[in-house]
């Protein structure tokens, strides 16, 4: 089955670009790991899921490309078209020369309704050259104009005609520091407004990014192409076929479907992290061998201690013993310690995947009373390599990774709302102040825990 990719914004495209470019570059590659029939299995897989191929050979991304200005997206055209690898169709995008200003309902008001016939004609071609439509995977920032309003408003529009099919949205979480005076605004809204619409919504930070091209990369001066490069690694380690069951004899056919049967037992819980394992320069990968009971172990306490990647873990972290759950905090600007989990999935890939013992991730103190662990967790195993990592490691968790940080991006819209800083900019374009307390309604309900869950509330 096949995944119709939104590319929305400049985040978006050029995160959507990276993406198809490590997919496309890992089919392309052959691995000695594996049988001839086996790489060719998986490389139609592949094409299955995120190309269709025309007489040239060239495959052709089954996406579509919406920005309200033109130069991300002419860009994005040229440079996939010069690798000689795959390319878009030039006919699947939309821009025009007015963005959105940073204005989460400049974006969802006015230019989504305005352009809204033009772009969902372009996504219903896509999707009508698909022989089979798992569903729709979007790209978008969750703090800027286009990619966030016009992002939210193409997901709503999705849902509505495509009742039926599965959404997953990969959002971008801002800098801590800030970019935007105005992106806890937006921020909320989108996220608000996407609970609603997705199915799932799998989220990048980028400050754990940027550490992660710092630290593991080794990189001096990061460019956002360096981070968009790490995040579509992480996505394409997920997404590329596996094997999600046992003794299967074909790679997983419905791959969105998979995941959030996997990952999503329940429509309250939807935020999605995602961690990767080993990830490092390829002059560090040269020089580095990896054993499977290392890599798991690792990968067990980034999930417990909440880390973002293998360096500066707490092994200090333990999950709570039987009969001893994790103690509310008493204060939400304290950290939460021990990390829950709803589910978990692991996908294994290269050498020796068979022999890997993930019986850690089957602890029960790991996840929240009302889910059976073997549940809760899965498995999704390919012989095959990924890129050049002889073995890697992903984990896709559904966790309480965000809710300190939901409670400080909502904390901080709250108390600019309360002082009705900016609010007027939203007003002019249809965004009234109820709009802003039902979002803020939908989120405190999203951070309000069931079971070990604990919320964390909001001071209003």
């Not at 990048?204 to 990061?222: T, V």
């Not at 972290?317 to 103690?327: A, D, E, I, S, T």
């Not at 009302?370 to 050049?388: G, S």
């Amino acid at each position: 089955m096949s995944i119709v990719t939104v590319q929305l914004g400049q985040c978006g495209n050029q995160i959507g670009y990276e993406v198809f470019n490590a997919i496309c570059n890992d089919f392309h590659s052959t691995h000695g790991l594996c049988s001839k029939k086996e790489n060719e299995s998986y490389q139609e897989a592949c094409k299955e899921r995120f190309f269709s191929e025309e007489k040239t050979g060239v495959p052709v991304a089954r996406a579509v490309l919406v920005d309200m200005e033109p130069k991300v997206i002419s860009q994005t055209l040229s440079i996939a078209a010069r690798s000689g690898h795959w390319r878009y169709d030039h006919q699947s995008h939309f821009c025009q020369k007015q963005g959105s200003g940073n204005n989460w309902a400049n974006g969802y008001s006015v230019h989504g309704p305005r352009y809204r016939d033009v772009i969902m004609n372009l996504v219903q071609k896509e999707a009508e050259k698909c022989d089979r439509l798992s569903g729709f995977f979007t790209v978008m920032s969750m703090a800027g104009g286009t990619g966030s309003g016009m992002g939210a408003f193409v997901t709503q529009c999705l849902r509505d005609a495509f009742p039926t099919s599965f959404i997953l949205n990969q959002v971008i979480w801002p800098y801590g520091t800030g970019e935007v005076i105005v992106q806890n605004y937006n921020s909320v809204l989108t996220l608000s407004h996407l609970y609603q619409s997705a199915d799932a919504l799998l989220v990048h930070e980028n400050d754990a990014i940027h550490k992660i091209c710092a630290q593991l990369m080794n990189i001096k001066k990061i460019s956002f192409r360096d981070v968009n490069q790490v995040i579509a690694h992480q996505l394409g380690s997920v997404f590329q076929p596996t094997y999600s069951s046992e003794g299967a004899s074909q790679y997983s056919r419905s791959p969105l479907g998979d995941l959030m049967e996997s990952l999503v037992p329940h429509p309250e819980f939807k935020m999605l992290g995602l961690r990767n394992i080993p990830q490092m320069s390829e002059n560090s990968l040269t020089y580095s061998t990896f054993t499977w009971p290392g890599l798991i172990k690792h990968l067990r306490q980034m999930l417990i201690a909440n880390a973002k990647m293998e360096e500066g873990i707490d092994w200090q972290v333990r999950p709570p013993l039987p009969g001893h759950p994790v103690p509310p905090k008493a204060s939400p600007n304290k950290a939460l310690h021990f990390n829950t989990s709803i589910a978990n999935l692991v996908v294994l890939r290269g050498k020796d995947v068979q022999s890997v013992d993930l019986g850690g991730f089957r602890d029960p103190a790991l996840y929240t009373s009302w889910l059976n662990p073997q549940e809760a967790f899965k498995i999704w195993k390919t012989p095959r390599a990924f890129n050049k990592y002889e073995k890697s490691a992903s984990l896709v968790s559904n966790s309480q990774f965000l809710l300190k940080l939901m409670d400080n991006i909502v904390g901080k819209a709250w108390n600019m709302f309360a002082s009705k800083a900016y609010v007027h900019q939203y007003t002019k374009f249809g965004i009234e102040e109820e709009d802003f307390l039902d979002c803020f309604t939908t989120l405190e309900q999203a951070q309000t825990g069931v079971g070990p869950f604990v919320p964390l509330k909001m001071s209003y």
